[in-house]
């Protein structure tokens, strides 16, 4: 079963416009990473917050994360057509613990 | 610094044949997680092994098996195929002492095709 689930699907922007991602979760969390895919290859790692952080950035990337919401965000600033990619977000429950990931997001960027 | 590496690149079978599938994880990495992932879905966890075990299993069935060697590479074995287990086979290395990130790093993907 998925734990995670981003929204929206699917996303489509302009070159230079920023894309925010969402991704819902259920249970309680050890850590929150996302990740990248590019047509049906091998993911990207991007970013990992853990339980007890709120916000972390790393280049372009923000991501923060609501623990009593059980949610989290990827902002991507300033898109380039580069980032047209599959975005997935993936929750664990324990150090060394199984990922779960949700469908995924689907980010065209228009150049 | 070679990242995790995966073989073969792509592979087609037909149904009832077995599959071996490799895994050569991120250099200092001790952990092998194996992912199966449909068209259109995320990564599903298959299983887990470290020290050569399997520690943990997702819920797939028995026919689905792996090891793990002492050089910490791994395979993934399915036997009985079906037309359903056409999919992407990703490994994810990590290191048992940076468990509490638990950064997994995947490789490129086994794209398996069952006719």
């Known amino acids: 079963s998925q734990q995670g689930e981003e929204d929206p699907q699917a996303l489509s922007i302009q070159e230079g416009e920023n894309a925010t991602m969402n991704c819902s979760y259920k249970?309680?969390?050890?850590?929150l990473q996302w990740y990248r895919q590019n047509s049906g290859r091998g993911l990207v790692h991007l970013i990992l917050?853990?339980?007890?952080?709120r916000e972390k950035h790393s280049g372009r990337l923000r991501v923060t994360l609501d623990t009593s919401k059980k949610s989290s965000s990827l902002l991507i600033t300033a898109s380039r057509a580069a980032d047209t990619a599959s975005y997935f977000c993936?929750?664990?429950?324990?150090?060394?613990?199984?990922?779960?990931f949700g469908k995924g997001i689907t980010l065209s960027v228009r150049p | 610094d070679a990242g995790v590496t995966q073989s073969p690149t792509h592979l087609i079978k037909t149904r009832g044949q077995q599959v071996t599938l490799r895994c050569s994880p991120k250099?200092?990495?001790?952990?092998v997680s194996w992912y199966q992932q449909a068209l259109g879905q995320g990564p599903q966890f298959i299983f887990q092994y470290y020290e050569e075990e399997e520690r943990q299993r997702g819920n797939f069935p028995d026919r689905f098996s792996g090891h793990q060697f002492p050089n910490y590479s791994s395979e993934l074995n399915v036997n009985a195929l079906l037309l359903g287990d056409s999919a992407l086979y990703l490994c994810?290395?990590?290191?048992?002492?940076?468990?509490?990130?638990?950064?997994?790093?995947f490789g490129p993907g086994t794209r398996l095709t069952v006719l």
């Open positions: 994810a290395s990590s290191s048992i002492q940076g468990a509490s990130y638990n950064e997994q790093f």
């Open positions: 917050i853990r339980s007890n952080e």
């Open positions: 249970t309680s969390i050890n850590n």
């Open positions: 250099s200092g990495h001790d952990t």
């Open positions: 993936a929750t664990d429950v324990g150090a060394n613990s199984k990922l779960t």
